[in-house]
T-cell receptor, first 113, second 116 residues
């Protein structure tokens, strides 16, 4: 079945450092890919998405490119801020299984001043 | 309402009691999900409703867990004979677009369940 694997955390960075959180997936066909973020004390919210190969999703300085050849959707940001400290979840939806949304285990990011 | 609403926000129950958790999805959303998030852990899929199709119950951890969705809208997750390992935050999400996989899911704030 479909699945998502993302790098284990926690990831600890200094402010203005470069961030990469790896995410790879297994799916039949071509799913849609998502990154969700959970800030401390808040609910999950969509950060960005990509719905077809080579698409780049971007939001709040974060980017992720849908790579079909490597079945990956790595999250990147060029210069992190303390306010980016959160848990980040990679997810996919469909095809098959009535388009069920499947999440990775989450990666905790801590950014220090 | 404008978003996904879950109630109660917090629930403390004694071991062995039954609990019901409620989710009001965004109006018109055909897909509804329940997930469980234990302390410091990822999102564990529990159950998925999509329109009038039979629900995907493959994530329910035991037969003590059940869920229903009435009239394609409100959903109730029931845990019978609660155990301490059931303590977690239970999250509900909904999304639109039956038959499409491009739409995002919107999450509620969750119900924090504590079994003592």
């Amino acid at each position: 079945g479909n699945s998502v694997t993302q790098m284990e955390g926690p990831v600890t960075l200094s402010e203005e450092a470069f961030l990469t959180i790896n995410c790879t997936y297994t799916a039949t066909g071509y799913p849609s890919l998502f990154w969700y973020v959970q800030y401390p004390g808040e609910g999950l919210q969509l950060l960005l998405k990509a719905t077809k190969a080579d698409d780049k999703g971007s939001n709040k300085g974060f980017e992720a490119t849908y790579r079909k050849e490597t079945t990956s959707f790595h999250l990147e940001k060029g210069s992190v801020q303390v306010s980016d400290s959160a848990v980040y979840f990679c997810a996919l939806r469909g095809p098959g299984g009535y388009n069920k949304l499947i999440f990775g285990a989450g990666t905790r990011l801590a950014v220090h001043p | 309402g404008a978003g996904v609403s879950q109630s109660p926000s917090n629930k403390v129950t004694e071991k062995g009691k039954d609990v019901e958790l409620r989710c009001d999805p965004i109006s018109g959303h055909t897909a509804l999900y329940w997930y469980r998030q234990s302390l410091g852990q990822g999102l564990e899929f529990l159950i998925y409703f999509q329109g009038n199709s039979a629900p995907d119950k493959s994530g329910l951890p035991s037969d003590r867990f059940s869920a229903e969705r009435t009239g394609g809208s409100v959903s109730t997750l029931t845990i019978q004979r609660t155990q301490q390992e059931d303590s977690a935050v239970y999250l509900c999400a909904s999304s639109s677009g039956q038959g499409t996989m491009n739409t995002e899911a919107f999450f509620g704030q969750g119900t924090r369940l504590t079994v003592v």
